[in-house]
């Protein structure tokens, strides 16, 4: 399975190749973390990555233990994108 991509920071490379959006929902499916996206368009997108970069990405929010991811602001890439 191809996995779309997602940072909690602003990438250093490529920039033009990535596009912002926030956090409407972290969910779990068949094994994969899901992330429900909205973006600067106001459209919805769907991101299926493994369970060690959703992880990894809510590590690097810097939240509090007790606080939620919802509207956090990352950077993603869809596959193929």
Do not use: C, N
């Not at 992330?35 to 959703?54: H, K, M, P, Q, W």
């Not at 509090?64 to 991811?69: F, L, W």
């Not at 950077?75 to 994108?81: I, K, L």
């Amino acid at each position: 399975m191809a996995h779309d991509r997602i940072h909690a920071r602003k990438p250093t490379h490529d920039l033009e190749q990535w596009s912002v959006g926030t956090i409407d929902a972290v969910d779990q499916r068949d094994g994969h973390a899901v992330f429900a996206v909205t973006t600067a368009d106001g459209e919805s997108v769907e991101l299926v990555v493994t369970v060690a970069i959703r992880d990894l990405v809510l590590r690097r929010l810097d939240l509090a233990a007790d606080e939620s991811p919802i509207g956090a602001r990352v950077w993603y890439r869809t596959h193929g994108g």
